[in-house]
């Protein structure tokens, strides 16, 4: 039963994130921390943390972990299959046929037309995580990280791995 | 020439070559590939044309884009179709196995560090502190999801685009998959009367 959920749990982004893992994050979060609740959203976040600081694909990162969490080993495969296989055996597959289509209008504008429903997905996920955050550690630090990270990953444009090192040594202090 | 080079390296099977190389390949877009799949195509183009030759140019081209007509994670779908047109059905196993293995492997021990710890109470403001920090690289992104949108759509036109997803989402609660496949729908439905009227 749990492999069945977690393959349809890792199967729905697979098939839906379109432009690639970063935009499968929400829907996975949908799916894990909204549907079957195996995780809550520290939980979560501290995969997307971790994940975003190591090098390699974010979805199979993810689904490997959450996979293994659940359910073992054979439960990490379940999800990476789940998460691989479906679409990559449609482009092996379906070869000829796309070939004819890549450059198709539609196939751009679909890419087009989800975007804006990532963002959504995004935008809320966003807003949360910043909830949570007040929660746990006030609002004040909440405040001071996000302002500090923002300005190191967008202004000095500071590596994702080493922002995340540096919240961790804020947290140990002042914790 | 082939021959030569490989009667020079007598132990070492052509296949088996080829199968290291792929191996070699896709492990350090892997593990050198920071921001997810996205990020790591000019590291797969490096290594597939530049450095081993097995596509050119055009080639890899057709292939990325391809690669972006089907849903999905961008890396493996590339790092599979790559090693399958290279060297078959275990090229394909070999790619992925190489590009996710190793990475989901650190997840487990930096995130098992993590959980075995947790209950020492400023490991847990640790893992609390980078919370807002997931927040900002969340935000981040969705600016930029909102800034293509408007650059394809115009502004107006995004933000209605925008408020619709909200209202279905967020207030309808409608699961996002369901979004998803209308959207299909609304792409490919045109297309689909076309054809049927030609």
Known sequence: ?175 | MVERLTSKDTNVHPKRVLHRNIGLAFFRVGMLGFGGGPSSIPLVHLEVVKKYKWMDEEEFGDTLALANTMPGPIGTKMAGYIGYRVAGFWGCINAIIVSIVPTVLLMLLFLGLIQAYKDIPWVQNMSAAVVPVVAVMLGVLTYDFIKKSSESFGWLKALLLLALSAVLMEVLHIHPAIVILGCIIIVFLPLLKRRKKE
């Open chain 1, 1 to 175: 039963m749990i492999y069945w959920q977690l393959f349809i749990a890792f199967f729905i982004p697979g098939i839906l994130g379109y432009g690639g893992g970063p935009s499968s994050i929400p829907l996975i979060e949908h799916e894990v921390v909204g549907k079957y609740g195996w995780m809550n959203t520290q939980e979560f976040s501290e995969v997307v943390a971790i994940g975003n600081s190591l090098p390699g694909p974010i979805a199979t990162k993810m689904a490997g972990y959450i996979g293994y969490e659940e359910a073992g080993i054979l439960g990490s495969i379940v999800a990476l299959f789940a998460t691989v296989a479906p679409s990559l055996i449609m482009m092996i597959g379906m070869m000829a046929v796309l070939m004819k289509y890549k450059d198709a209008p539609e196939v751009k504008n679909l890419t087009r037309l989800i975007r804006p429903v990532i963002a959504i997905l995004l935008a809320f996920m966003t807003i949360q995580f910043a909830q949570e955050s007040v929660a746990g550690i006030g609002l004040g630090s909440t405040i001071f990280l996000m302002v500090a990270s923002l300005l190191l990953l967008e202004k000095f444009k500071v590596h994702p791995a080493f922002v995340i090192v540096l919240a961790l040594i804020f947290g140990a202090i002042t914790g």
